[in-house]
């Protein structure tokens, strides 16, 4: 452990899978494990980072819907004046034609 990890503390200690693969198989065989640096042991922080993500997406989820709904909501208003606009135009056509009469 270099003076770096012992001035951050026990708490923010890693054990990757290169170090075991050294400490379990020497120096030698370390090539073995080159380039595989994930946390093995990382306090809880890859299941905080999980439900973090799930909240995230599931934040997303409820935006999306609520978009959805006002979206629909807008043309079902919009299909509303139409049927309005519409009966106001037969309307003011009967009254021309009986206008015209």
């Keep these: 452990m270099d003076a770096q990890h ?16 050294v400490a379990f198989l020497g120096e030698a065989q370390g090539f073995l494990g080159a380039g595989v640096a994930a946390p093995i042991i990382d306090g809880g922080a890859n299941k905080a980072n999980y439900q973090a993500a799930l909240s995230r ?10 978009s959805l709904l006002v979206a ?23 009254a021309l034609t009986s206008a015209q009469e």
């Design 57 to 66: 997406r599931d934040e997303a989820l409820a935006a999306y819907r609520n």
């Design 6 to 21: 012992r001035a951050i503390g026990l708490d923010d200690f890693e054990v990757t899978a290169q170090a075991l693969i």
């Design 72 to 94: 629909l909501r807008e043309v079902e208003d919009c299909l509303a004046d139409l049927k309005g606009l519409a009966r106001s135009r037969a309307a003011l056509e009967r």
